[in-house]
């Protein structure tokens, strides 16, 4: 069975740093990508990070040149490394685990979160 489990939550103030951790515990086969989600109060999931099995990484604008998604070879473990943090960033993020199943169907994973709340 898939399991995501991230860590590396926390309180930080602004302009400072965080890195986030996400490994899988299970099946690791046809992996396509993985990624980092965020869900802020009153608003809707929004894509944060993602880098593909090939290596190729995709960035919200709100947080390009801020923070670095990079991730194993084996797309089993994906870290974000998260700098200038702004309270607008405060957010529960979630690890997103992308596979292929059959032909081009895709299914997604998901991890239970990490509360990440930047607040003076």
């Known amino acids: 069975q898939v399991q995501l489990v991230e860590s590396g939550g926390g309180l930080v103030q602004p302009g400072g740093s965080l890195r986030l951790s996400c490994s899988t515990s299970?099946?690791?086969?046809?992996?396509?990508?993985m990624g980092w989600y965020r869900q802020a109060p009153g608003k809707q999931r929004e894509l944060v990070a993602t880098v593909t099995s090939g290596g190729s990484t995709n960035y919200a604008d709100s947080v390009k040149g801020r923070f670095t998604i990079s991730a194993n070879n084996d797309k089993n473990t994906v870290y974000l490394q998260m700098d200038s943090l702004k309270p607008e960033d405060t957010a529960v993020y979630y690890c997103n685990q992308r596979r292929r199943v059959m032909g081009e169907a895709r299914i997604d994973y998901w991890g239970q979160g990490t509360q990440v709340t930047v607040s003076s």
């Open positions: 299970g099946s690791i086969r046809n992996i396509v990508s």
